[in-house]
């Protein structure tokens, strides 16, 4: 004859949903501990939201490395350069962007509202460098993030890929007309 009283509460293999609790991590001090961001080294974080967003999804290998840079570099900085976060061409190459992908990597961070991007510019024969803001987060001045990111839309990215294709189709173009 098969006993069906139930077993004592503190066994987790006898109940289900107290083993769901405990294998989902939910099972109170242990799992504050763990989640915790690491010791003596620096994180930043990044919400759901974003990285479940059209304009993440739908980055390009090389819009991926140069955010990633530049999330670096905000790091560095230790958040609080943000909207003057400096990264020279030579930063994103050693990155493992190559030199002829970064001004088409800028114009797609861009585009999709995660980056924005003022150009630098030669002063008194003194060269001042690109500066860039990350958009999902507050700026150095304490200004909230902008997050021109929820702005896209599947119309927009659309469009803004069918122009490059033509950007790059016409210089194609260009170039085979300049060799002849």
């Known amino acids: 004859m098969m006993n069906d009283t139930p077993v004592e509460e503190s066994n987790y293999n006898s109940y289900t949903s107290v083993t769901y609790l405990k294998l989902k991590g939910r099972s109170g001090k242990k799992s504050s501990k763990i989640n915790n961001p690491p010791k003596d080294q620096p994180w930043i974080w990044l919400t759901s939201e974003l990285i479940s967003s059209l304009a993440w999804r739908s980055m390009s290998i090389n819009c991926q490395k140069l955010v990633n840079r530049l999330i670096i570099e905000h790091r560095n900085h230790g958040g609080y350069e943000n909207g003057h976060l400096v990264c ?3 930063d994103f190459v050693e990155y493992g962007l190559t030199r002829n992908n970064i001004r088409s990597a800028i114009k797609e961070a861009q585009a999709l509202g995660l980056v924005k991007h003022q150009r630098g510019e030669r002063v008194f024969a003194k060269n001042q460098p690109n500066s860039y803001t ?5 700026t ?7 997050n021109d990111w929820k702005k896209l839309t599947e119309e927009r990215l659309i469009f803004f890929r069918n122009k490059t294709k033509q950007q790059k189709k016409k210089r194609a173009e260009f170039k085979e007309r300049s060799r002849m």
């Open 88 to 90: 020279t061409y030579k």
């Open 134 to 138: 990350l958009t999902f987060y507050a």
């Open 140 to 146: 150095e001045n304490m200004y909230p993030p902008t």
